[in-house]
């Protein structure tokens, strides 16, 4: 079997890690992988790579794209590996719309007999209008998949069948946590955007014990970044035990080694490999809880014993007007992003959402809002109990300890459920099911976007692609 693994660069993290590991997978079990990138990678190969530039991120040109350059560019590269086209060409994020031409050029593909598996890992239509494909359908009568089970239900209800419809998990390779280290640090191993919640991590350190801190790893892209450098200046200015940026001066290995436990704080996640990878490394993990993709977990057999659902703010310290304003106005920004207009039912649903609580969520405001709200726990002892009490568990942050028996009983469920065979195995199937099964299908994109703009789970720092 040939298999060709698509992407638009392999830079270290996120997807390319994960068409990593499948090519190693793939590579052991004997199968001929050939990846394609628009970029070189960064460091060597252990596979052969083809460099096809016209995958490389480019912005929408004017006029309509004419993918035929890009689809004949693949189609060389494949030819110059193997003299034909592969089995099948996996190709992973299609529609997350970083490069114009790609999904043009997939049609193009399907229309000339290459057998396409389009893998999902993000889909723009979860508040993300910033790499919409507006402009085009999407690819029909191909395989697509997808890495949680909400995806590949909206995907189901928006037309895709279930014999061209496929869900697989990523591999989760275990870490390992250096020994002899004191624990001292709540660790967030992430890269500081804002889907992260980064100022839900700020208020966690003011329940924390002392002597601990919350430790960051990564910063954003642009160190730079206005939302980042406002928490890293409001920790700096109260004092609070907060650490950020450990990644550039420590490994890994270090980092998990020092730690108490594994945060999250993040209020969406494509797979959600942070609610898995710290127990590999025998840590346990508190923080948010993100209930579509712990659902999937749950069902393997993975315990979430110290997750929440939110933390809940009363409304008294919340300014109502504010979160209002910004809340249908940032809506409304997504929507004519999409070219839609804010059905009037969608404003009514958000207006009794709003007016009916007693609390809001923590993760579902902006950073003003939520700096706003730590400056007011930081200063009043009165604000500090009022949201003890409206979040109990925050009272036994200071006498959490972790569960030896729950992180063992985790390891294992993990390794067997995601481990490298099980997805192997998993992977196999599909690339027989492509090969062997063809389809007829099409997604209405119109009722994608019903299913993922639900104003209910919308938060202010989810928006867009940060």
């Known amino acids: 079997m040939r298999i060709a693994l698509v992407h638009y660069h392999l830079r270290r993290g996120g997807v390319s890690t994960v068409i990593r590991h499948q090519a190693q997978a793939l590579s052991e079990a004997g199968i001929e992988v050939l990846i394609i ?54 190709v992973h994020n299609p529609l997350i719309q970083k490069n114009a031409l790609l999904i043009p050029a997939l049609k193009i593909l399907g229309l000339r007999g290459v057998r ?63 020994p002899g280290l004191e624990r001292t640090r709540y660790l967030y191993p992430v890269r500081a955007i804002r889907r992260k919640n980064i100022g839900e991590a700020l208020l966690l350190s003011l329940f924390i014990p002392r002597g601990r801190t919350v430790a960051l790893t ?22 609070l035990p907060v650490e950020f940026a450990l990644g550039e001066t420590h490994s890994l290995e270090e980092l998990l080694g020092s730690a108490v436990c594994v945060l999250t704080t993040s209020v969406k996640e494509g797979f959600g490999f942070s609610f898995l990878e710290p127990w590999t490394a025998g840590l346990s993990l508190i923080g948010r809880r993100i209930d579509y993709v712990c659902r999937d977990f ?11 659902n939110g933390i809940e703010i009363p409304a008294d310290y919340v300014s109502l007007l504010m979160l209002k304003k910004k809340m249908e106005s940032t809506v409304k920004q997504v929507y004519e992003a999409f070219a839609l ?13 709003l007016g009916s609580q007693k609390t809001f969520d923590f993760g579902r405001m902006d950073e003003e809002l939520q700096e706003s709200v730590i400056r007011t726990l930081y200063s009043n002892e009165t604000v500090f109990q009022d949201v003890l009490a409206a979040n109990p568990f925050l009272k036994s942050f200071a006498a959490w300890k972790p569960d030896e028996n729950l992180i063992a009983s985790n390891k294992n469920v993990i390794g067997e459920n995601y481990g490298g065979n099980k997805i192997l195995e998993m992977l196999l199937d599909i690339y027989r099911s492509v090969i062997d099964i063809p389809v007829t299908q099409k997604i209405s994109k119109s009722l994608l976007l019903d299913m993922y703009l639900d104003p209910l789970r919308f938060s202010l720092v989810g928006v867009g692609n940060g």
């Open 116 to 178: 396409l598996f389009l893998q999902n890992h993000d889909l723009a239509e979860d508040f993300r209008p910033d790499v919409y494909a507006g402009r085009f359908e999407y690819p029909e009568n191909c395989h697509y998949g997808v890495i949680n089970s909400r995806d590949y239900l909206y995907l189901h209800r928006a037309g895709l069948k279930t014999e061209g419809l496929h869900l697989i998990p990523n591999e989760v390779v275990p870490l390992t946590a250096a």
């Open 218 to 239: 990564l910063p954003p892209q642009d160190k730079n970044n206005p939302v980042y450098r406002r928490w890293v200046n409001l920790a700096a200015e109260l004092g």
């Open 37 to 90: 990138a628009g970029e070189k990678p960064p460091e060597d190969l252990e596979f052969p790579f083809a460099l096809v530039e016209g995958l490389k991120y480019t912005a929408l040109p004017e006029g309509e794209p004419d993918g035929e350059g890009l689809a004949n560019a693949i189609i060389a590269a494949m030819e110059a590996h193997w003299g034909l086209a592969a089995d099948v060409l996996h």
């Open 341 to 353: 207009t804010v059905p009037s039912h969608i404003s009514q649903m958000m207006a009794d959402d």
């Open 298 to 308: 749950e069902a393997a057999g993975v315990r979430f014993d110290a997750l929440y």
